[in-house]
T-cell receptor
């Protein structure tokens, strides 16, 4: 158990819809990262927040957005969903701002878009 | 971050040492070598990292060559639960820029009973 929690575990929705994925980092960790893992693209970094502020962006689509709240939990919002957005979405946390590279991953949310 | 090359798959007998190689010939002086693994659709798990010296923790050992162009992750007594995809990642540990991990395709390690 990494100490990072993600909800829901599974999500099934239709194209065009909007969903919100939630992540709670390990106690004391200020950085939260979001990753997407699909069969064709592998594990890809989407976005990072540190103590409520966006710090780094990866391959995140404009239809996707995230935020980190004062209690440090984070939400990833996916809108205008397409079939290709079906994937595993992982959240990770770390204790350091720029990362010593030790990131602790949650169990993921499996999103299925039909 | 420097590019890494890993074999796509490897087998190892249960109880034996599993040695997973990684080439990172373009690594720069301040880039670290990290290893993660992912057990079937679970979240990736941090294993170990190092800069120049060999490192050991309760999970594994990391051997980095003197020229730092390659490294080997060693699982000393592999068990069936070590079957997973192992990722070698090279990255800076200084501030600024994108801080996400860049995962390649990794090595699928299969531990045989």
């Amino acid at each position: 158990d990494s100490g990072v929690t993600q909800t829901p575990k599974h999500l099934i929705t239709a194209t065009g819809q909007r969903v919100t994925l939630r992540c709670s980092p390990r106690s004391g960790d200020l950085s939260v990262y979001w990753y997407q893992q699909s069969l064709d693209q592998g594990l890809q970094f989407l976005i990072q927040y540190y103590n409520g502020e966006e710090r780094a962006k990866g391959n995140i689509l404009e239809r996707f957005s995230a935020q980190q709240f004062p209690d440090l939990h984070s939400e990833l919002n996916l809108s205008s969903l397409e079939l290709g957005d079906s994937a595993l979405y992982f959240c990770a946390s770390s204790a350091r701002l720029a990362g010593e590279g030790e990131q602790y991953f949650g169990p993921g949310t499996r999103l299925t878009v039909t | 971050d420097a590019k890494t090359t890993q074999p796509p798959s490897m087998d190892c007998a249960e109880g034996r040492a599993a040695n997973l190689p990684c080439n990172h010939s373009t690594i720069s002086g301040n880039e670290y070598v990290y290893w993660y693994r992912q057990i079937h659709s679970q979240g990736p798990q941090y294993i170990i990292h190092g800069l120049k010296n060999n490192e050991t923790n309760e999970m594994a050992s990391l051997i980095i060559t003197e020229d730092r162009k390659s490294s080997t992750l060693i699982l000393p007594h592999a068990t069936l639960r070590d079957t997973a995809v192992y990722y070698c990642i090279v990255r800076l540990n200084s501030g600024g820029g994108a801080d996400g991990l860049t995962f390649g395709k990794g090595t699928h390690l299969i531990i045989q009973p």
